[in-house]
């Protein structure tokens, strides 16, 4: 039965289509994802490149002063692109995986943005998180909308009722067919990951899997519920469309303005300002009361004194400090925001498949604002560290020559920040158990009203 | 009589249409979406005018407090640009989202434009902006699919086009009447959703709107109203050419999936891979490498340099450049300053020239779908789009220079050129000058420069309205009853 079901399935025009249409969509998220890792990649290897011959030349125009060499000398970290990020590149593309960082003021060079087309960034791209997001359920919609419905138009689900056993059960396999056709192509669509972007098959990878199976899943709890409400076809695809557009299209975009409203970010220009006010103000004070406070934040750089001239590295430094040590309260304030705008958008996950697939499967590609966030705060600490070994050179006047700039590597962050599997695979299963159990029910209740 | 046939046909439409109890449940959730949009877009624009104007007016005062000082340190000082949301944003956001916010002004570097809301958005960011121009652009497109889905089939389905027709309506009469009368109804969404961004847009001008700026109101509403009549046609010629209501609708279906989730997002996938984008690295390391072959200062041995330093001396008969009766430092600088921005501005330009091509890429990808030339005219109208951007940053560009540069002129001018000793006290000059340098202001691009930008879009607007009007007139001789 099984088999026949699956052929006349299989034979009708508009399901070769709609295969079709989905499987290249999907190849070419793939060849999507290629460009993107390629392009990362190449801008890797650019920085690497260029931060040695930069050192260099600096290094050589510079030679005589260690402060000065540091006002310019730049350097980079890297925030490591997974292969699995091809599959799902989610802020990727807005936010630089790249910071290029010179040992002075930090909050003035934190958040420096990436040259990109905004143009490109409004369109989007087709990654393989839009076609399993958005393309998926539409082809499920167009596979189970009509269902049983037309069977009952046509006239033909009189026989199949008065025939059959087990009606349930036909349903069932009615659905079971089409769905094995879509996890099949999903599957496929996987395994052409683990061949084009060179996926390693670990753990985050098989999550990744599950969490997309347990979305698809999820549209077909909602397409078997439609089913069992006992409508037209055509009501059902309205219903459906309407539905995915909801989840899709209408009430995430309401989701994420009412987040940018709730959690609106002032900080960030007043870190801004703060920190160029902190800076700045201090070239027009004496330096002792200056130094003093570089001094209290560094306890263990007290032993350098203050020379008894005009400018000196010393107090040039101290007073790039202060500019951040000044904005430090804004730049936690803006940190802090982003963090309750990403727990926020979490909680509305939980009650929408759409949003969590997507914020999930961002976490696995190491793609999302945790991500951005994470990094951001790596990229302070990575900064501190350059402060920390480079102070005392400069403050003892460390011959510039004597330095080995070769050895000053760029440095790349690896996010490791756990993940819980329960918070990706537990909602959308409830999801899924109870949209297939309210069909079920609804289904034994009108199975024989014909 | 033969206008009175169409008109007769396009009220019927109107009937069934508000006939239906579903119907007004749509009405209901797009006055519901509309009035959410309107609500939450208006405090989103209150809240960022008022950070912008509050840090932007903070930034010009801490810049007029500073005390008497050496003008180079001020050229550091620098000043910051703010970028302001134009009144109409609050009807199409376009990529406001995606763009920068605060751009800082300093000599000697050209910043990036940083915070943008996108940078800090969630991965909510992906599923794309709610607002009246989304409504009007992707929902009521849709609404009127779903409508207008039976308009001809149904008739077909049940007989009555047979009857109709038999009777001595034409088919030409058939096909206009249906789409007036679907457009009668979508004016009932679009003449609402029009009047509540007007009067978002008059509250966030706070004053009466110039001449520019109504122009390009009512452009807006003429183009919204063309793609609502546009999509109406659509309708009714798929209708009429389909067997059964249920293939139309499906066909409908799969149309406005492909012209507004699909193919957007493909012609920015094909664009950029034709147009590749050099790295941020790359684009620095471009820039000053070429400063360097044109002359860096900061090497002493640097023959431009050298130059300049020896036809000065022979210019004015002194042996030294202390012997100068202009600050010499100051000169050199400005020299500098003009080199690098020279320089910057040309790669700046040939990164404008990449966008260009990727932008005119996707602009040219409006003849396949019109949707894209809508959502282009309407950002370019609104002051959302790429080319409002990039005048923003080129003003902020040659701000950022005429202040550096106003800097070395009262260097040049006033501060000694004898190299003080390391422990004497900086040089400085009265804080009054301070003064003379204007706050930043950012002017928009007039209509005509935007419709420059845009011919594409308008070309492809016109191309689609004439591509239906022979559709329809073809339709009505070819069509067939059964």
């Known amino acids: 039965m099984l088999t026949l079901l699956f052929r006349s399935f299989i034979r009708s025009t508009g399901v070769k289509i709609g295969l079709g249409f989905l499987l290249t969509a999907g190849l070419v998220s793939l060849l999507v994802g290629r460009q993107f890792l390629d392009r990362q990649h190449r801008h890797h290897r650019e920085v690497v490149a260029a931060q040695q011959a930069d050192l260099r030349q600096l290094a050589e125009f510079n030679s005589k002063e260690m402060g000065l060499m540091l006002y310019y000398a730049p350097f980079a970290l890297v925030n490591e692109t997974l292969p699995l990020a091809g599959l799902s590149i989610g802020q990727r593309d807005v936010n630089p995986s790249i910071q290029r960082l010179t040992i002075r003021g930090l909050e003035g060079q934190k958040y420096d943005a990436d040259l990109n087309n905004p143009s490109n960034l409004l369109l989007g791209n087709i990654d393989f998180s839009f076609v399993l997001i958005y393309l998926f359920p539409l082809l499920i919609i167009a596979f189970t909308y009509s269902v049983v419905s037309e069977e009952r138009e046509n006239g033909t689900w009189r026989v199949v009722a008065v025939q059959s056993r087990n009606l349930m059960g036909f349903i069932a396999q009615l659905f079971a067919v089409r769905l094995a056709v879509v996890l099949g192509l999903l599957v496929l669509l996987l395994g052409g990951g683990v061949a084009v972007l060179g996926l390693p098959l670990d ?149 929408l498949p759409s949003v969590h697939a997507q914020l999930r499967l961002n976490d696995l590609a190491r793609s999302g604002l945790g991500n951005q966030v994470r990094f951001l705060d790596e990229t302070t600490r990575f900064h501190e560290r350059l402060r920390l070994y480079f102070y005392p050179k400069i403050f003892e006047e460390y011959p510039v020559k004597a330095e080995n700039w070769d050895q000053h590597f760029v440095e790349t962050f690896a996010d490791r920040s756990p993940i819980r599997v329960a918070d990706f695979l537990l909602p959308p299963l409830l999801f899924a158990l109870l949209l297939a159990g309210l069909g079920w029910l609804n289904f034994r209740r009108h199975l024989y009203h014909l | 009589m033969r206008f009175n046939n169409q008109r007769l046909i396009a009220r019927h439409i109107r009937h069934t249409v508000f006939r239906d109890r579903a119907v007004w449940g749509l009405w209901l959730l797009m006055a519901l979406g509309a009035g959410y949009a309107a609500t939450v877009g208006w405090v989103a624009f209150q809240q960022q005018r008022t950070t912008q104007v509050h840090y932007q007016q903070e930034a010009r005062r801490d810049w007029l407090g500073n005390p008497d000082k050496h003008p180079h340190r001020m050229a550091h000082y620098g000043h910051f640009a703010f970028r302001s949301r134009s009144p109409l944003s609050l009807f199409d956001g376009g990529m406001d989202r995606f763009l920068g916010n605060a751009l800082y002004l300093e000599a000697h570097k050209q910043n990036t434009v940083n915070f943008s809301e996108a940078g800090f958005s969630t991965g909510l960011l992906r599923f794309g902006d709610l607002s009246l121009a989304m409504l009007l652009q992707v929902l009521l497109p849709l609404l009127i699919f779903f409508l207008g889905a039976g308009s001809v089939a149904t ?289 928009a691009p007039s209509v005509a420069e935007v419709f420059r930008a845009e011919w594409v879009s308008v070309a492809a607007f016109g191309f689609w309205l004439l591509l239906l009007f022979f559709l329809v007139r073809g339709a009505a001789h070819r069509l067939s009853v059964l």
């Open chain 1, 203 to 351: 753990a985050p990878f098989w999550l990744f899997a599950a969490t997309a199976v347990l979305y698809v899943l999820g549209w077909f709890g909602i397409c078997f519920w439609v089913a069992s409400l006992h409508r037209p076809s055509s009501t059902n695809a309205v219903l459906l469309i309407t539905t995915w557009l909801g989840l899709l299209v209408v009430v995430p975009a309401a989701v994420n303005q009412y987040l940018l409203t709730r959690y609106p970010l002032p900080e960030a220009l007043a870190t801004t300002v703060k920190q160029r006010r902190g800076y700045h103000e201090k070239w027009d004070m004496p330096q002792a009361p200056t130094v003093a406070k570089f001094y209290a934040h560094y306890p263990q750089f007290k032993h350098y004194p203050l020379p008894n001239t005009s400018f000196n590295w010393l107090w040039y430094y101290a007073m790039q400090q202060m500019g951040d040590d000044e904005s430090a309260r804004e730049s936690g304030e803006l940190r802090q925001k982003l963090y309750q705008r990403e727990a926020a958008s979490r909680q509305f996950g939980l009650w």
């Open chain 2, 155 to 443: 008739d077909r389905e049940n007989g009555t086009l047979k009857l109709l027709l038999s009777q001595g309506v034409s088919w030409s009469e058939v096909l206009v009447g249906k789409s007036t009368g679907l457009f009668a109804v979508g004016l009932t969404l679009y003449g609402p959703l029009l009047a509540l961004a007007g009067g978002l847009w008059l509250a966030a001008l706070g004053g009466a709107p110039t001449a520019d700026e109504t122009l390009r109101f009512v452009l807006l509403a003429l183009f919204y109203g063309l793609y609502l009549g546009l999509c109406c046609v659509v309708a009714v010629l798929v209708s009429a050419v389909s067997r059964t209501t249920k293939t139309a609708l499906v066909a409908l279906i799969g149309w406005w999936l492909m012209l507004t989730m699909v193919l957007p997002r493909a012609s920015q996938a094909l664009g950029t891979y034709v147009y590749a984008l050099p790295s941020k690295t790359a684009f620095q390391s471009a820039v000053q490498a070429d400063i360097s072959r044109e002359g860096n200062s900061h090497n002493p041995d640097d023959p431009h340099y050298a130059a300049l330093k020896d036809s000065l001396l022979r210019a004015y008969h002194v042996a030294s450049t202390e012997q100068l009766p202009f600050n010499y430092g100051g000169y050199v600088m400005a020299e500098g300053e003009k080199i690098s921005a020279a320089v910057y501005n040309k790669h700046y330009h040939l990164l404008l020239a990449r966008f260009g091509q990727q932008n005119q890429f996707a602009r040219t990808m409006a003849f396949l779908n019109p949707y894209l030339a809508l959502k282009n005219l309407s950002m370019a109208l609104a002051g959302t789009d790429f080319l409002a951007y990039s005048r923003f940053q080129q003003q902020a560009e040659t701000y950022r220079y005429a202040l550096a540069q106003q800097m070395n002129a009262l260097q040049i001018q006033y501060i000694p050129n004898q190299k003080r000793g390391p422990t004497e006290k900086d040089h400085a000059i009265d804080r009054k000058y301070w003064q003379d340098v204007p706050d930043f202001q950012y002017r």
